[in-house]
């Protein structure tokens, strides 16, 4: 299964609301990374935000980090419609034989309508 | 820079056909890592490379799959023969290390018929 399940799958919202994405995980991470995937294009990385930080922001970005409940959101603030997209989290697997394997969710697929 | 290369941009095969795809890392990263995005199996890390070692294949579906990194600008996957159920985007993204941000090529669209 997934490390990552993002939540939810799809959000539709107007330009200029806020968009909040979620995303769980099961194992210890080193990090946690969001990505944005355009249509038909590569990942774009977003933000990086460490096991021992808990949040973080960029620009009109804002990402948090609970580990305890091993869960992160992500929340853009004053959408537009250029932020239409795919939104992936990646977990940074801690030890073992996946040590920094990078595990993708399956994504939250955002619509802005202007 | 020009970010990760990817060629081609986009490969029609019939089945039974060998497929070679290409990928150039940014200068300078040490880890390159293929990647195959479906939309049933979402994002898959089939394998990555350190110092153009390969360390871990586990993803690498069957034998058919083999990749290679003769130097430290250049990267191959090969899919041989190839079936319709290789169908799918090809990522390649390269990083400094490996728990930092990965930088992802534009992808290669393999359709096999």
């Known amino acids: 299964s997934q490390q990552g399940e993002e939540d939810p799958q799809a959000l539709s919202i107007q330009e200029g609301e806020n968009a909040t994405m979620n995303c769980s995980y099961k194992?210890?991470?080193?990090?946690l990374q969001w990505y944005r995937q355009n249509s038909g294009r590569g990942l774009v990385h977003l933000i990086l935000?460490?096991?021992?930080?808990r949040e973080k922001h960029s620009g009109r970005l804002r990402v948090t980090l609970d580990t305890s409940k091993k869960s992160s959101s992500l929340l853009i603030t004053a959408s537009r419609a250029a932020d239409t997209a795919s939104y992936f989290c990646?977990?940074?697997?801690?030890?073992?034989?996946?040590?920094?394997?990078?595990?993708f969710g399956q994504g939250t697929i955002l619509t802005v309508h202007p | 820079d020009a970010g990760v290369i990817q060629s081609p941009r986009h490969e029609v095969t019939e089945m039974g056909q060998e497929v070679t795809l290409r990928c150039k890392p940014i200068?300078?990263?040490?880890?390159l890592f293929w990647y195959r995005q479906t939309m049933m199996r979402g994002l898959e890390l089939l394998i990555y490379?350190?110092?153009?070692?390969?360390?871990?294949d586990s993803g690498m579906p069957e034998d058919r799959f083999s990749a290679k990194m003769p130097n430290a600008s250049f990267s191959t996957l090969k899919i041989q023969p190839s079936e319709p159920r290789d169908s799918a985007v090809y990522f390649c993204?390269?990083?400094?290390?490996?728990?930092?941000?990965?930088?992802f090529g534009p992808g290669t669209r393999l359709l096999v018929l």
């Open positions: 993204a390269s990083s400094l290390s490996r728990l930092e941000t990965q930088y």
């Open positions: 194992t210890s991470i080193n990090n």
């Open positions: 935000i460490r096991s021992n930080e």
């Open positions: 990646a977990t940074a697997n801690a030890g073992g034989t996946s040590y920094g394997k990078l595990t």
């Open positions: 200068s300078g990263h040490d880890y």
């Open positions: 490379f350190n110092n153009n070692v390969p360390i871990d």
